[in-house]
């Protein structure tokens, strides 16, 4: 008897809509560029829902920000974690350089994107990341589209520095100052404040207590919050109080992170007078500079004290609280003072070795840093982190890793274990040079070995079966 199957038809299966994004960029903010990032959100918007092959997945889009670098770009990164998640399919864009200008970032992109399946498309250079010469051609054309970039950052410079030569300037926040049609305008409120904070300086007040006496008279700073030892020190090194205009202290190194790097004589400053009004006279602005550079230490450069390193009084455990300043102290109390914060007596001294080794070339006490061996284990290494600030271009003492060094110190003297308490009554110090140390004895004869970093302990490989 035959047998006979019944063959049903089955329904056709339609293909799945790809979902597709946009990506828009304008690096500027401005109406004109605001205009123009608005017509690519719409181009794209109208381009993807037109499309009977396609989902509209959104467009994301970010105003004024740079393409050399992903940090601040909230819409990329937002378009970025809705791929990994799996919502697009597709990514449209107008072109390279909307899509990124730093080429080690694009084509890291491209390359995980294309992991999750995503395709970008690259409307002005015809490029399908997916295809097969795909990536080559980007990492060509990204190429030149970081190049560009640089190159647009040099003119953008030379044109600032043009209008500099000019003796033009533009509008910053600052206290005492709004920036009205690009101009810096007096707010009267803030200028008294000003030339209050000059005058109390002036009359001997420490930063610190400016900044108490105006906390305490619920008087606000720029933002609306209280002041800072750190705000006042600023502001009393700030030349724009007198009208006049330092231009280009710091400027941006590199193109791509756009650091700023303070300006110590690599590029030419502008000195710019009569730039907007003026809150104090030049004289009073002088005058608090040389006080500044006396209470402080610091040095006067291109007519404005240097950056100190204490401006406030410590408060809790942490410390001794260094002597109250009197107005317009002798020489020999400012010398006093400084030598208070480098004789160990009076010093925070966490460990053992604090403020007792002495770099050789730089002069400035090594510091314990918590470091993390091969081995496995952490501890304490006394390194120089500030060296270059005080003598770049000469040798950096070691990293020296605190057991190693104690054990040698001890060795070096004939102890059979390191004694803290010994050391102290024996040494004065304890000098750096790369990895030689000098032992400064108190009878003043002095002895020198070489530190021998030890070996490191590796982890053991896990054998294989």
Not at 173 to 181: H, L
Not at 182 to 196: F, K, Q, S, T, Y
Not at 286 to 300: L, M, P, S
Request: some cysteine.
């Amino acid at each position: 008897m035959k047998t006979i199957e019944r063959i049903d038809k089955k329904a056709p299966v339609l293909p799945r809509k790809k979902r597709v994004a946009a990506y828009a960029r304008v690096s500027m903010e401005s109406e004109r560029m605001q205009h123009s990032l608005s017509a690519q959100v719409s181009y794209y918007s109208a381009l993807i829902q037109k499309n009977p092959e396609w989902e509209y997945a959104g467009v994301y889009a970010d105003y004024g920000i740079s393409g050399t670098d992903m940090k601040d770009r909230d819409e990329f990164k937002r378009m970025l974690a809705d791929c990994e998640a799996g919502a697009i399919d597709i990514i449209l864009t107008k072109s390279i350089q909307r899509f990124a200008r730093n080429t080690v970032d694009l084509l890291n992109t491209i390359r995980h994107l294309k992991e999750l399946g995503i395709e970008v498309r690259f409307e002005k250079e015809n490029i399908y990341s997916l295809s097969g010469d795909g990536e080559l051609m980007l990492t060509i054309l990204a190429s030149f589209a970081q190049e560009e970039s640089r190159s647009i950052s040099e003119n953008c410079k030379w044109g600032i520095r043009k209008r500099y030569e000019r003796g033009e300037t533009g509008g910053c926040k600052i206290y005492g100052y709004r920036t009205k049609d690009g101009n810096l305008v007096i707010h009267e409120e803030e200028a008294v404040v000003v030339r209050r904070i000059f005058q109390m300086f002036l009359n001997g007040d420490s930063c610190y207590s400016i900044a108490q006496k105006l906390n305490a008279e619920g008087v606000p700073s720029y933002h609306r919050k209280k002041f800072s030892g750190e705000v006042i020190g600023v502001m009393i090194r700030q030349e724009k109080y007198t009208g006049c205009t330092l231009a280009q202290k710091f400027y941006a190194e590199d193109h791509i992170t756009h650091k700023l790097t303070k300006n110590k004589g690599e590029l030419p400053m502008f000195f710019i007078e009569e730039t907007h009004p003026a809150i104090i006279s030049m004289e009073m602005f002088q005058a608090a500079q040389r006080e500044f550079a006396d209470r402080y230490g610091v040095k006067i450069e291109n007519g404005i004290a240097q950056t100190a390193g204490y401006f406030y009084h410590r408060d809790g455990e942490a410390g001794p609280h260094p002597p109250h300043r009197k107005p317009h102290w002798s020489e020999e109390q400012r010398k006093s003072h400084s030598e208070y914060f480098r004789n160990r007596e009076t010093a925070i001294c966490r460990y053992e070795l604090s403020h007792f080794i002495e770099c050789e070339n730089c002069h400035g006490h090594l510091q314990a840093q918590l470091r993390h061996f091969v081995d496995g284990s952490s501890e304490v290494a006394w390194i120089d982190p500030e060296h270059n600030e005080r003598a770049k271009g000469t040798p950096r003492p070691l990293a020296f890793r605190d057991s190693a060094l104690k054990k040698q110190i001890a060795d070096a003297l004939g102890w059979e274990a390191f004694d803290a308490d010994a050391m102290l009554e024996t040494l004065t110090k304890i000098g750096a040079n790369v990895n030689v140390l000098t032992l400064y004895f108190k009878d003043g004869h002095t002895q020198t070995f070489e530190y021998i970093p030890p070996k490191q302990i590796h982890r053991k490989r896990k054998e294989t079966p």
